[in-house]
């Protein structure tokens, strides 16, 4: 299942919306320790196959840097127990998202802006001896530089096809911690599990999810294999059938697009909806054919939650079934 399209959308508005950090130079300040606690000796050398080759790691790693447009192998990472000593993301924003607040410590995980490509320079002053990058986009043109550095796991098949579970079961075979994985997926999915249970009214009920990046369009969920329609239905709800047809308008993307005189179709049960500007959410509750759509279940979130949502990782997976906890309330 392919993130591309919507996610594209959302990452590039973020970039957009998001004030940068300024990073500067790529300083240690990390304990070369933190990155290889608890790991098993007896699980190296490991061979990890993915698109670009092989990468090899020979012992257990003590300097881990992380590349991604999204967290999943940050957020696998610091659920097994391993402090990476940089990420660099490509989201556009160099804050901790919330939903690693309190578990990600910046003074040991130093996080670098990469949305314009990573500097191969920067990661190599890191002294990495484990690359994970099985997230980002891109890498493609940054492989070859990249794995010169340390070995270099990247997607298996293409970017954006692994589950979060996938993600978390190759960066435990990275790190040696394989049989810890299960029980980080297990935690996740037991806020799925809970989720469903605390909302029986959820069952068959519809939705929507939808963002606002741009003046006169709306991007919108479409697809079954959509990683985030999988979150949301997995608590009971399902994929609204009035936005199928917006797929005709995105060939070959999991999302779809509606023009404002199609607005009314995101309608349903539950209408999730962000927007990166005050003036594009007032454009869209301005049109006549919202008025319906805001006199229901209609939830505006922010950019962050549906950046998590559109890419499910461990630790944004609760985050996500809080934020949506409200309309999920209102369900009769």
């Known amino acids: ?62 300097r881990v840097v992380v590349i991604g447009t999204s967290t999943d192998d940050l957020d696998a990472a610091l659920a097994l127990g391993v402090s990476p000593v940089a990420f660099f993301t490509k989201s556009g924003s160099t804050a901790v998202p919330s939903y690693l607040k309190g578990k990600l410590d910046p003074a040991k995980t130093r996080i670098v802006d990469a949305a314009n490509g990573v500097n191969a320079e920067e990661v190599g002053k890191l002294t990495p001896d484990l690359i994970l990058a099985t997230a980002d986009y891109g890498l493609d043109k940054e492989y070859a530089n990249l794995s010169k550095i340390a070995p ?136 006549q054919l919202v008025a319906k759509v805001k006199a229901g279940n209609y939830l505006v979130t922010d950019m962050e939650t549906i950046s998590a949502l559109r890419a499910p990782t461990v630790y944004g997976i609760p985050y996500v079934l809080d934020k949506l906890k409200p309309a999920l309330a209102k369900l009769s």
Not at 40 to 57: C, E, L, M, R, Y
Not at 194 to 203: H, M, S, V
Not at 209 to 238: E, Y
Request: hydrophobic share 45%.
């Open 1 to 62: 299942m392919s993130r591309k399209g919507f996610f594209g959308a959302v990452a590039l508005a973020v970039a957009a919306s998001c004030a940068l950090v300024a990073c500067g130079a790529v300083q240690d300040s990390s304990a070369p320790a933190a990155a290889g606690q608890a790991a098993g000796s007896a699980a190296f050398p490991v061979k990890i196959t993915h698109k670009f080759g092989v990468a090899t790691v020979e012992k257990a790693p003590q």
């Open 152 to 287: 270099t796991v990247g997607y298996a098949t293409e970017w954006g096809a692994q589950t979060w579970q996938e993600h978390v079961k190759v960066v435990a075979q990275a790190l040696g911690k394989t049989a810890d994985a299960q029980k980080v997926i297990d935690t996740a999915q037991a806020a799925i599990d809970q989720a469903k249970a605390d909302n029986p009214k959820a069952a068959g009920k519809t939705f929507t999810a939808s963002v606002g990046n741009a003046p006169g369009k709306l991007f919108t969920l479409v697809s079954q294999q959509d990683f985030a329609v999988q979150l949301i239905q997995s608590v009971g709800l399902k994929l609204s059938s009035t936005v199928v047809d917006a797929s005709k308008n995105e060939s070959g993307s999991p999302t779809g697009t509606l023009t404002p005189e199609q607005y009314d179709k995101v309608a349903a049960d539950v209408v999730i909806i962000a927007f990166t500007s005050p003036d594009l959410r007032q454009a869209f509750e301005s049109n």
